[in-house]
């Protein structure tokens, strides 16, 4: 007597080898002589569109984030140069290592997805570099309220952001929603620990901190359209 094999576990069973099966974020497709691997992740980190509003809206983002750690890069190297040799240095040079990395991503996709960055580069090298050294020859407490001024004005830019994605699609955003949500954090961070060495205690604090980030709010406006 033949065995009776129901035809839909026999179609499985043949076709078995050439199924793809899941593993994590990746579609593993395998035959008889190789293995695929496909993707399976449907956006990048910054996911392509042909709606030129959303593109135009991207690349302003990205661009006005690209200014940001640039600048702060540069604030950072500013202080560096006057306390360099002082205590207070590895504390700067871990934050500056951590913004080095922000910028460095931003670079990466600023290529991948051709967005020109500002025009006016040039300009926050210099203003970036004069300000990180001007507040440091205040000195320690000096350096640490321009880092408080500056990096509540950055945390406050990208939770705008944040906000702007989550209410448009935060679904397809969810990789750059994650990588905003990371530099925010570590921008809080810088803010926090300037605050815990003595930003505060430096003559004209209050003062100062209006107008750092005035100059900050004037530099993120033009730098999203420049």
């Known amino acids: 007597m033949h065995k009776f ?57 990205m661009r006005v984030n690209h200014a940001g750690e640039y600048g ?65 020859l205040l000195g320690k407490e000096g350096a640490m309220a321009c880092t408080v001024a500056v990096e509540e004005s950055i945390s406050e830019h990208y939770n705008s952001q944040i906000r702007a994605l989550m209410e448009k699609d935060p679904e397809k955003y969810t990789e750059l929603l994650q990588l905003i949500k990371k ?11 300037g605050l815990e060495h003595d930003a505060e205690s430096v003559p004209g604090h209050q003062l100062m901190k209006v107008i750092i980030q005035a100059g900050c709010k004037a530099a993120i406006f033009v730098s999203e359209r420049v």
């Open 5 to 61: 094999v129901r035809p839909h576990l026999f179609l499985r069973d043949s076709l078995q080898p050439f199924l793809p099966t899941l593993q994590g974020s990746q579609l593993v497709l395998c035959t008889k002589h190789k293995v695929a691997v496909l993707s399976v992740r449907g956006f990048g980190v910054l996911p392509s569109t042909d709606d030129k509003k959303e593109k135009a809206m991207l690349h302003r983002m």
């Open 72 to 136: 702060a890069n540069r604030i950072y190297a500013g202080q560096m140069a006057v306390l360099g040799n002082t205590q207070i240095r590895p504390l700067i040079q871990e934050m500056w290592d951590q913004e080095k990395k922000h910028l460095s991503k931003f670079n990466e996709i600023l290529a991948e997805n051709r967005v020109r960055p500002t025009l006016l580069l040039p300009l926050w090298n210099v203003a970036g570099f004069a300000l990180g050294a001007g507040c440091a």
């Open 183 to 193: 530099f925010r954090d570590d921008e809080i961070e810088h803010h926090d620990i």
